[in-house]
């Protein structure tokens, strides 16, 4: 039987390239997200290609709509074996005008989310006397823009929970693991201008195959000595010193 896993955010961008990934290399793959046409598409792509993948409609901000979403995946498929928490929101906001509303909704959909899930598989995953999640960070948890403390709280937060997940499902023989992207275009890669890639020492931009290999790479059960971490994927970027002359 092939294993399952569930990518949140998979209609588009870094989710998307995961969910593909993860089909072809024969997973069952749930695509759980809000935009349902791209979804659908994506699931319709990959039917056709002889994959497995369910489009799945999902709002990870929805404490009930993450619950709705696991039984589907457990009717459809019977198992769950990798978790990618990859689902997450972003606006610059100066912080006197960042309302209670809006940070809840970022922090509600980038760090609550991913603990409300996780917690919702791991009675799954304990069936398979194994598993993995996968929490897509941010390097934002690491270092700064301006207007962006709601994101940055939201991806800091998913670090510390990364390891404290990894504790505290050890005796399930579950890994929680944590990737931090740096700049990954989601667009057209030929409107690059060379000054992107090359102020970043690997001379290039991220792409989301970059993240999806990561993902896929945590996932393998050959693996599970990786746990509790944070890989920073960002083409050298934060090890860079930069100063203004």
């Given amino acids: 039987m092939n294993r399952t896993v569930i ?6 961008g870094i989710g998307r390239a995961v969910a593909k990934l993860f089909a072809t290399n024969y997973y069952n793959v749930v ?5 349902a046409e791209n979804g659908n598409s994506l699931q319709d792509e990959l039917l056709s290609e002889g994959r ?14 993450i619950q709705n979403m696991v039984k ?6 019977q198992r769950i074996d990798i978790l990618i928490n990859n689902a997450g929101i972003s606006e610059f906001i100066r912080p006197d005008e960042l309302s209670v509303e809006k940070w809840d909704q970022i922090l509600n959909t980038n760090l609550r989310a991913s603990f409300l899930l996780t917690r919702e598989v791991v009675p799954h995953m304990k069936k398979n006397e194994k598993g993995s999640v996968v929490n897509i960070a941010s390097t934002r948890a690491l270092m700064s823009e301006k207007n962006s403390e709601a994101y940055a709280a939201s991806k800091g937060g998913l670090l510390a929970l ?3 997940q990894a504790v505290s499902y050890s005796e399930d023989k579950i890994t929680v693991n944590c990737i931090s992207p740096g700049w990954i275009h989601t667009g057209d890669y030929d409107k690059l201008r060379d000054i992107d890639h090359e102020q970043h020492p ?4 991220g ?13 393998d059960a050959e693996n599970d000595f990786i746990n509790g971490e944070n890989i920073v994927i960002d083409g050298g970027m934060t090890r860079k010193m930069i100063y203004e002359h």
């Fill in 7 to 12: 990518v949140t955010g998979a209609s588009n």
């Fill in 31 to 35: 695509i759980a997200d809000l935009d």
């Fill in 52 to 65: 497995q993948a369910q489009f799945i409609h999902c709002d990870v901000s929805d404490p009930k709509s």
């Fill in 72 to 77: 589907e995946t457990i009717k459809r498929y």
């Fill in 162 to 164: 990364t390891h404290s």
């Fill in 202 to 205: 690997s001379n290039r931009v």
């Fill in 207 to 219: 792409k989301p195959d970059d993240i999806a290999r990561a993902c896929l790479f945590l996932a």
